[in-house]
């Protein structure tokens, strides 16, 4: 069983839409999460972290559901630059070194 | 700016031939990371440092070995690159303390070596 399940898309979203990307996560004791974004052949940068009563920054809202051990990303309004590939991150309590496991990603096109 | 540099950003290498890819960092993060990224896959953890103490995913084969000579750099060594080891390679970086709020801090990762093996 992977530690962290994305459903991998693609997403295919006109300019202006919105799109909610799901994560679920195995490890019930995991500490952190995230929403990290990639970009074609780029590096993971991070996007946002998830907290548990849930977070926005602009057009991004990130919700965790610690007991359905779910996270979830919304965004509103999408842009042209908003294409490209978010990973849901979790952190492993377990790991005093805050390792994180990463889903495969969902890829995000957003065209005009 | 702090950053997490690597070189190369493209390296090609024969099947067999060792290489190394380079990372280095200004951000003075004690914690540094080597994560191997395939097309369409999630990154792949392969080993990380924990200041010098060096750790080994369980899955990571021998081929791959690293170094960290000070806080600022560390190599990823390929002793016998093979065709299933072309690959996208990341560094990254973090500090071991938790921040606030009880959250681990991020990790911030490095442009990348692509790695192409003929």
């Known amino acids: 069983r992977k530690e962290v399940e994305q459903d991998p898309g693609p997403f295919n979203v006109p300019e202006g839409a919105t799109v909610a990307f799901n994560c679920t996560y195995s490890n019930s004791a995991s500490q952190s999460f995230f929403w990290y974004r990639q970009d074609c052949r780029k590096e993971p940068k991070l996007l946002m972290s998830v907290y548990s009563s849930g977070n926005e920054d602009g057009r991004f809202t990130a919700q965790l559901n610690r007991a359905s051990q779910y996270i979830s990303l919304l965004i509103r309004d999408s842009k042209l630059s908003d294409s490209a590939t978010y990973l849901c991150?979790?952190?492993?309590?377990?790991?005093?070194?805050?390792?994180?496991?990463f889903g495969r990603g969902t890829q995000l096109t957003v065209w005009p | 700016d702090a950053m997490v540099i690597q070189n190369p950003r493209y390296q090609v290498t024969q099947f067999g031939k060792p290489v190394t890819l380079s990372c280095s960092q200004t951000l003075n993060h004690n914690v540094m990371y080597w994560y191997q990224q395939k097309s369409s896959q999630a990154p792949k953890l392969l080993f990380h440092?924990?200041?010098?103490?060096?750790?080994n995913e369980a899955d990571t084969p021998d081929n791959f070995q690293s170094r960290r000579p000070n806080t600022s750099f560390c190599f990823l060594d390929i002793r016998s690159p093979g065709l299933g080891d072309a690959a996208m390679y990341l560094c990254a970086t973090s500090t071991s303390t938790v921040g606030s709020g009880g959250k681990w801090n991020e990790q911030f990762f490095g442009p990348g070596t692509r790695l192409t093996v003929l």
């Open positions: 440092y924990y200041d010098k103490d060096f750790n």
């Open positions: 991150v979790v952190n492993d309590r377990g790991s005093t070194l805050g390792r994180l496991y």
